[in-house]
């Protein structure tokens, strides 16, 4: 069983950065592909990032691409989120999820870090 804890979230103006984080226990982290998602009020949960169990292969949804970058470091454990020039749009509450490489689905969450951003 994997737990997943997120933070880094909080308040920022349009155009800045935030890093969230995500701290796995109970498993083989590098056995697992990561992803971050992300879901805004009233709207459907939406991919957002994903990194292999390596950290060689990651892939961006459009709509972050070029502003967000995801990364890890096995020996602790930790996927990261570096987010910059961010946009109101952004606004969500964000969650990591894991999925080991032997399933396809994502059956480990995060309870989520909420950031949101002012215009």
């Known amino acids: 069983q994997v737990q997943l804890v997120e933070s880094g979230g909080g308040l920022v103006q349009a155009g800045g950065s935030l890093r969230l984080s995500c701290v796995a226990s109970?498993?083989?982290?590098?056995?697992?592909?990561m992803r971050w998602f992300r879901q805004a009020p009233g709207k459907e949960r939406e991919f957002v990032a994903e990194?292999?169990?390596?950290?060689?292969?990651?892939g961006y949804a459009d709509s972050v691409k070029g502003r967000f970058t995801i990364s890890r470091d096995n020996a602790k454990n930790t996927v990261y989120l570096q987010m910059n020039t961010l946009k109101p749009e952004d606004t969500a509450v964000y969650y990591c999820?894991?999925?080991?490489?032997?399933?396809?689905?994502?059956?480990?969450w995060g309870q989520g870090t909420q950031v949101t951003v002012s215009s």
């Open positions: 999820a894991a999925r080991h490489w032997i399933v396809t689905a994502y059956n480990y």
């Open positions: 109970g498993g083989t982290f590098s056995s697992y592909t």
């Open positions: 990194i292999g169990g390596s950290g060689g292969s990651t």
